[in-house]
């Protein structure tokens, strides 16, 4: 070995032994059959690679296929080399602790252990393919290359459950933790510092530390990429929280089993690129984002997320530079949280399904969104419960074609403001609750099916469990328009219908609101459908009556209102009724006539001869015309005299019939022709 390491050569105590390739697993019963002939004491190596005694070549010392006995006891100690060692046993703890080495590489390896706090490599660490039984650690190591346990086997861990710990270590390199990677406990890299990149892949942890973790990574900062994907397996936790990566995070294809339920807890991250959990990532327990700062996309594609404890995606207060997918399968069975997220894509959960609420009975819960493109909520998408939109703002549309929603409570969007279209079109009728006060939209895109298929009241709830107050729109589209008639069964159905055998009970949970009606009369009107907007308000003031709260005065008036001139919309039937009561006056007033002694003079004609009659004209008193009589009685605004000369006799047959009439006809006549000029000039009306 000394001569070696003086030349720099590699000393192989193989024996001529048939080559161990790299890719093979460790042989540690082979190993340890392995004689005096390659033995190596530990004493002895550390006393080549820290003391001068004996010259050693830049190279270092170069061993394969040797067994190390004892301790390898270099803490504190500068190697004044590198130290290679290849298909080695050792067989116990190497101790690195607060070590300075150039180079240090065991790969292919058998060892019971690596204690390196604080160690320090100035070029690289490479514990390839070697195997450990106890644990490896690197607390506050500082390693100025790239760190490699790809293939690394750690069967061992310390008191904390942890088979890597390396809690505040420092790499200006790549950290590869992959690749047939497996770790029997905890990987902890909390609080490392890696410059480059951190590699997962096709890693396996099968076991956890004390707090539920098998990557216990929280406030870890990776210049590069991370990745936790093709293969990459967990069973606990993945912590990520208050994490910094400059690249991506990448977990496609993921499988985490975690602890306690949550699987992924990356809260207050920041992510320089795009998070992947989607081709097939399976999480046991919920996922975690809330407060992260992901400047590129969020695809969680394909997902599935089962068992979490509380929602399965928390994704509160969220910023995405990008698109966030939320499609292709992906299923939770718990609700998802994106209240306050801010999204500068689109939010595409086209397909998704949500299969379990929280304690309120929501599954998609997205309070105060901002989306900077469009939500499809479409395709597919399925919910156990409510999608809440309250206070959601939406720069493009909203799409729920073919969606499913169910629940008591189905659809909140109270106050969201939508710049686009909102498409509804869900696949099935709705019977849970849709709230869309006080939202805005562009258009409203609803579909009420073609004349062979149409769709009932196009899937919009019924029976008071539709909300429309303050609901705002410029216009409708899509492929079936509503006709007037279906807008109006539309707004009614706010309302409860009234009770049986009680007319008038209000007819909804809350107050009458009028903004629905005006708001759908105003759409019509800039369309120039004045007769659909002029039905419109007609129906808004009738139906009042049926459903809102109104005294039996109120109720009266309103439909003495409605059966004239319906509301002032159409003052012309006041006129029309006018003209038949005049008619029915004329009609008796030509039947008194020819009734002696039932109309008779109003004025004295005692002196008078012969004495006039209703039949008989005389020269000196007005006769009596039937037509004059009748305009005289039934319409107000127009005087021939008549009533003055001539009135009932009560005293006659049928006169105190006649009397009560001309009564009625005045009267009605006032009522008429108030209700005409009112209508004619919008004083009934007041729009």
């Given at each position: 070995?000394?001569?070696?390491?003086?030349?720099?050569?590699g000393?192989?105590?193989?024996?001529?032994?048939?080559?161990v390739?790299?890719?093979?697993?460790?042989?540690?019963?082979?190993?340890?059959?392995?004689?005096?002939?390659?033995?190596?004491?530990?004493?002895?190596?550390?006393?080549?690679?820290?003391?001068?005694?004996?010259?050693?070549?830049?190279?270092?010392?170069?061993?394969?296929?040797?067994?190390?006995?004892?301790?390898?006891?270099?803490?504190?100690?500068?190697?004044?080399?590198?130290?290679?060692?290849?298909?080695?046993?050792?067989?116990?703890?190497?101790?690195?602790?607060?070590?300075?080495?150039?180079l240090?590489?065991?790969?292919?390896?058998?060892?019971d252990?690596?204690?390196?706090?604080?160690?320090?490599?100035?070029?690289?660490?490479?514990?390839?393919?070697?195997?450990?039984?106890?644990?490896?650690?690197?607390?506050?190591?500082?390693?100025?290359?790239?760190?490699?346990?790809?293939?690394?086997?750690?069967?061992?861990?310390?008191?904390?459950?942890?088979?890597?710990?390396?809690?505040?270590?420092?790499?200006?390199?790549?950290?590869?933790?992959?690749?047939?990677?497996?770790?029997?406990?905890?990987?902890q890299?909390?609080?490392a510092?890696?410059?480059?990149?951190?590699?997962?892949?096709?890693?396996?942890?099968?076991?956890?530390?004390?707090?539920?973790?098998?990557l216990?990574?929280?406030?870890?900062?990776?210049?590069?990429?991370?990745?936790?994907?093709?293969?990459?397996?967990?069973?606990?936790?993945?912590?990520?929280?208050?994490?910094?990566?400059?690249?991506q995070?990448?977990?496609?294809?993921?499988?985490?089993?975690?602890?306690?339920g949550?699987?992924?807890?990356?809260?207050?991250?920041?992510?320089?690129?795009?998070?992947?959990?989607?081709?097939?990532?399976?999480?046991?327990?919920?996922?975690?984002?809330?407060g992260?700062?992901?400047?590129?996309?969020?695809?969680?594609?394909?997902?599935?997320?089962?068992?979490?404890?509380?929602s399965?995606?928390?994704?509160?207060?969220?910023?995405?530079?990008?698109?966030?997918?939320?499609?292709?399968?992906?299923?939770?069975?718990?609700?998802?949280?994106?209240?306050?997220?801010?999204?500068?894509?689109?939010?595409?959960?086209?397909?998704?399904?949500?299969?379990?609420?929280?304690?309120?009975?929501?599954?998609?819960?997205?309070?105060?969104l901002?989306?900077?493109?469009?939500v499809?909520?479409?395709?597919?998408?399925?919910?156990?419960?409510?999608?809440?939109?309250t206070?959601?703002?939406?720069?493009?549309?909203?799409?729920?074609?073919?969606?499913?929603?169910?629940?008591?409570?189905a659809?909140?969007?109270?106050?969201?403001?939508?710049?686009?279209?909102?498409?509804?079109?869900?696949?099935?009728?709705?019977?849970?609750?849709?709230?869309?006060?006080?939202?805005?939209?562009?258009?409203?895109?609803?579909?009420?099916?073609?004349?062979?298929?149409?769709?009932?009241?196009?899937?919009?709830?019924?029976?008071?469990?539709?909300?429309?107050?303050?609901?705002?729109?410029?216009?409708?589209?899509?492929?079936?328009?509503?006709?007037?008639?279906?807008?109006?069964?539309?707004?009614?159905?706010?309302?409860?219908?009234?009770?049986?055998?009680?007319?008038?009970?209000?007819?909804?949970?809350?107050?009458?609101?009028?903004?629905?009606?005006?708001?759908?009369?105003?759409?019509?009107?800039?369309?120039?459908?004045?007769?659909?907007?002029?039905?419109?308000?007609?129906?808004?003031?009738?139906?009042?009556?049926?459903?809102?709260?109104?005294?039996?005065?109120?109720?009266?008036?309103?439909?003495?209102?409605?059966?004239?001139?319906?509301?002032?919309?159409?003052?012309?039937?006041?006129?029309?009724?006018?003209?038949?009561?005049?008619?029915?006056?004329?009609?008796?007033?030509?039947?008194?006539?020819?009734?002696?002694?039932?109309?008779?003079?109003?004025?004295?004609?005692?002196?008078?001869?012969?004495?006039?009659?209703?039949?008989?004209?005389?020269?000196?008193?007005?006769?009596f015309?039937?037509?004059?009589?009748?305009?005289?009685?039934?319409?107000?605004?127009?005087?021939?005299?008549?009533?003055?000369?001539?009135?009932?006799?009560?005293?006659?047959?049928?006169g105190?019939?006649?009397?009560?009439?001309?009564?009625?006809?005045?009267?009605?006549?006032?009522?008429?022709?108030?209700?005409?000029?009112?209508?004619?000039?919008?004083?009934?009306?007041?729009?």
């Amino acid at each position: 070995m000394l001569e070696f390491a003086e030349t720099g050569e590699g000393l192989d105590l193989s024996l001529g032994t048939v080559p161990v390739h790299d890719y093979a697993p460790v042989d540690r019963e082979a190993m340890q059959s392995w004689g005096p002939d390659r033995t190596i004491r530990a004493e002895l190596l550390r006393h080549l690679l820290v003391t001068s005694q004996w010259p050693v070549h830049a190279k270092g010392v170069r061993l394969q296929g040797a067994r190390i006995t004892g301790t390898l006891d270099l803490e504190s100690a500068t190697l004044r080399c590198p130290l290679v060692l290849h298909d080695c046993y050792l067989e116990q703890q190497v101790v690195l602790v607060g070590a300075t080495v150039s180079l240090l590489e065991l790969s292919h390896c058998w060892l019971d252990g690596l204690a390196g706090a604080q160690l320090v490599v100035t070029k690289r660490l490479d514990l390839s393919r070697s195997e450990f039984t106890g644990a490896v650690e690197l607390p506050d190591a500082n390693i100025a290359g790239h760190l490699t346990c790809r293939g690394t086997q750690i069967t061992g861990n310390d008191m904390h459950g942890a088979a890597l710990a390396a809690d505040r270590v420092t790499v200006d390199g790549t950290v590869f933790l992959d690749y047939g990677f497996r770790a029997a406990g905890a990987v902890q890299l909390s609080g490392a510092r890696i410059t480059s990149q951190l590699s997962f892949s096709d890693a396996q942890i099968t076991g956890s530390d004390v707090q539920g973790n098998a990557l216990a990574a929280a406030e870890i900062t990776v210049g590069g990429t991370m990745l936790l994907d093709a293969g990459f397996t967990a069973a606990g936790t993945v912590l990520l929280t208050g994490a910094r990566i400059a690249g991506q995070l990448s977990c496609s294809g993921a499988e985490i089993s975690g602890n306690h339920g949550n699987a992924l807890l990356a809260a207050e991250s920041r992510i320089g690129g795009t998070v992947f959990l989607d081709e097939g990532f399976t999480a046991d327990g919920a996922v975690r984002l809330s407060g992260a700062r992901i400047k590129g996309q969020l695809s969680c594609s394909g997902a599935t997320i089962t068992r979490p404890r509380g929602s399965a995606l928390a994704a509160v207060g969220v910023t995405v530079g990008g698109i966030v997918f939320l499609d292709r399968g992906f299923s939770a069975d718990g609700d998802v949280q994106l209240t306050g997220t801010h999204i500068i894509g689109q939010l595409k959960c086209s397909g998704a399904q949500i299969t379990a609420t929280d304690d309120e009975g929501n599954a998609l819960v997205a309070d105060r969104l901002i989306v900077e493109g469009d939500v499809f909520l479409d395709d597919g998408f399925a919910t156990a419960g409510a999608v809440r939109l309250t206070g959601a703002q939406i720069d493009g549309g909203l799409s729920l074609h073919d969606a499913t929603l169910a629940g008591p409570v189905a659809f909140v969007a109270e106050g969201a403001r939508i710049s686009q279209q909102f498409v509804w079109a869900p696949a099935t009728a709705v019977t849970g609750l849709v709230n869309l006060e006080r939202t805005q939209v562009h258009r409203l895109d609803d579909d009420w099916g073609d004349h062979d298929r149409p769709k009932d009241g196009a899937y919009w709830p019924s029976e008071g469990r539709l909300r429309l107050a303050g609901f705002v729109y410029d216009g409708f589209g899509g492929d079936h328009s509503a006709t007037c008639q279906q807008r109006l069964d539309w707004i009614r159905s706010q309302h409860r219908k009234p009770v049986p055998g009680r007319v008038g009970t209000p007819g909804q949970p809350g107050s009458f609101d009028t903004q629905p009606y005006e708001q759908l009369a105003r759409v019509y009107r800039q369309a120039g459908q004045d007769t659909e907007a002029r039905r419109i308000a007609i129906a808004q003031r009738s139906d009042l009556r049926t459903y809102g709260s109104l005294g039996w005065w109120r109720r009266a008036e309103n439909w003495l209102l409605d059966v004239t001139i319906k509301h002032g919309y159409q003052p012309l039937r006041a006129v029309g009724m006018l003209l038949a009561l005049y008619a029915i006056a004329l009609g008796l007033s030509w039947g008194a006539q020819q009734q002696a002694g039932l109309i008779v003079s109003a004025k004295d004609t005692g002196l008078l001869r012969p004495a006039p009659t209703s039949r008989v004209c005389t020269k000196d008193y007005p006769c009596f015309y039937p037509v004059g009589y009748a305009i005289d009685v039934t319409i107000p605004i127009i005087k021939t005299g008549q009533a003055e000369y001539w009135r009932p006799n009560g005293a006659a047959p049928w006169g105190r019939a006649l009397v009560a009439g001309t009564w009625v006809f005045t009267g009605l006549g006032w009522a008429f022709t108030t209700l005409a000029v009112g209508g004619y000039t919008g004083l009934i009306r007041q729009d």
